[in-house]
């Protein structure tokens, strides 16, 4: 019985006049499941070009970093970096921040993710002991007792990300 020739021209002329699918998009190097922390992340693009930066530094790294939200037992304590791992040529970071959507949690992300493209732009920094050396090398030491850096670059950088974001807020930036 001969087969049917009509079948495999519908199916190419399927194949062919469907639309082109499109391209893989690359997975960010800034992660997160809350919603509220992504709204954060969308906001701090659009409200401050420091924070906006901050984003595409990363994006151009080999850090991926991973944020959730986070209560601290200490009060002055709003943010926390460590170091998760390595593998495929990818670095991987965890970002803690308090539990805050407004200004203030755009300035704590945004001292945070200065952390992480610090890191990002340090090679050697390949695991925690790595990045506790760097940081005691390039930071100073926020508590006698514990092994919390922090850096003049990171402190700076989320007030920065605060007072662009305020600006934006309160329509003085312009057209």
């Known amino acids: 019985m001969p087969r049917p020739i009509h079948l495999p021209i519908a199916v190419l002329l399927l194949t062919i006049g469907a639309p082109p699918r499109p391209a893989a998009a690359s997975p960010s190097h800034i992660r997160t499941t809350s919603a509220p922390l992504q709204t954060l992340i969308a906001e701090g693009i659009a409200r401050s070009p420091t924070f906006h930066k901050l984003v595409d530094q990363l994006e151009a790294s080999d850090v991926v970093v991973y944020v959730n939200f986070r209560m601290f037992n200490e009060p002055d304590l709003g943010g926390q970096i460590s170091f998760v791992g390595a593998a495929g040529g990818l670095r991987y970071l965890q970002i803690f921040v308090a539990p805050l959507t407004d200004l203030n949690g755009l300035a704590i992300l945004g001292h945070e993710l200065r952390h992480a493209v610090e890191i990002a732009s340090a090679p050697s920094v390949v695991d925690s002991a790595s990045m506790a050396r760097r ?17 003049r670059n990171a402190v700076e950088c989320g007030q920065r990300v605060y007072r662009e974001a305020l600006t934006k807020t309160r329509g003085t930036d312009g057209p």
């Open 135 to 151: 940081y005691a090398r390039i930071g100073f030491s926020v508590t006698p007792y514990a092994h919390r850096f922090d850096t």
